[in-house]
Nanobody, 122 residues
Framework: QVQVVESGGGLVQAGGSLRLSCTAS????????MGWFRQAQGKEREGVSC????????YYADSVKGRFTISRDNAKNTLYLQMNSLKPEDTAMYYC???????????????WGQGTQVTVSS
């Protein structure tokens, strides 16, 4: 059984920070690229960031570049998303997902968590 679990979401004021975490079990964690997606109310799911299996390559959506940082600790089977300078438009359900390689298309990801809600107030 593969299980992916996100945590760290919550309510913050604009300009604040959050760090999301994602733990994965039932898979060889460092065989997979790991990505973050988000889906705001009434909008389609969009890719936020992805990191290669080794952590050597990272990718970011234009909307979060310079504000968010993705990282991973393979020894802990854990993925992180440091979110700084948060804006109300960052409000969404954030999902962690695993894929063979980083892809912008959500359908290419094999395993998904249940999501963690991030709400940014102004």
């Amino acid at each position: 059984q593969v299980q992916v679990v996100e945590s760290g979401g919550g309510l913050v004021q604009a300009g604040g920070s959050l760090r999301l975490s994602c733990t994965a079990s039932g898979l060889t964690f460092d065989d997979y690229a790991m990505g973050w997606f988000r889906q705001a109310q009434g909008k389609e799911r969009e890719g936020v960031s992805c990191i290669s299996w080794s952590g050597g390559s990272t990718y970011y959506a234009d909307s979060v570049k310079g504000r968010f940082t993705i990282s991973r600790d393979n020894a802990k089977n854990t993925l992180y998303l440091q979110m700084n300078s948060l804006k109300p438009e960052d409000t969404a359900m954030y999902y962690c997902a695993a894929a063979i390689g980083c892809e912008r298309i959500w359908a290419e990801y094999n395993y998904w968590g249940q999501g963690t809600q991030v709400t940014v107030s102004s």
